[in-house]
């Protein structure tokens, strides 16, 4: 049974920053890649950034590139979502995702955590 918990989210100014983490367990961690998703009222779920399963490999979505960055550490089996220069529209309940990624290159999602609520005011 695969468990991902989120943790870190929380209130912060627009400019601000924070940590998410995401702790897993259930399965041997290094052997898969890892991303986060998020899901603003209204909207729906998107895809913000994946890595590999030895970290050599990390995607972001355009509208988080050269303000997030994802990371790993396969010994504590733990992702990390560093966000910076947050803005209201980074608004959005966070998820936790295990997965693969396809041959071209996409992050394919297998199993999610409950999520963590980021809300940024102006």
Not at 71 to 91: G, H, I
Request: aromatic share 12%.
């Amino acid at each position: 049974q695969v468990q991902l918990v989120e943790s870190g989210g929380g209130l912060v100014q627009a400019g601000g920053s924070l940590r998410l983490s995401c702790a897993a367990s259930g399965r041997t961690f290094s052997n898969y890649a890892m991303g986060w998703f998020r899901q603003a009222p209204g909207k729906e779920r998107e895809f913000v950034a994946s890595i590999s399963w030895n970290g050599g490999s990390t995607r972001y979505a355009d509208s988080v590139k050269g303000r997030f960055t994802i990371s790993r550490d396969n010994a504590k089996s733990a992702v990390y979502l560093q966000m910076n220069s947050l803005q209201p529209e980074d608004t959005a309940v966070y998820y936790c995702s295990q997965g693969v990624h396809v041959r071209d290159g996409t992050y394919l999602p297998n199993y999610w955590g409950q999520g963590t609520q980021v809300t940024v005011s102006a």
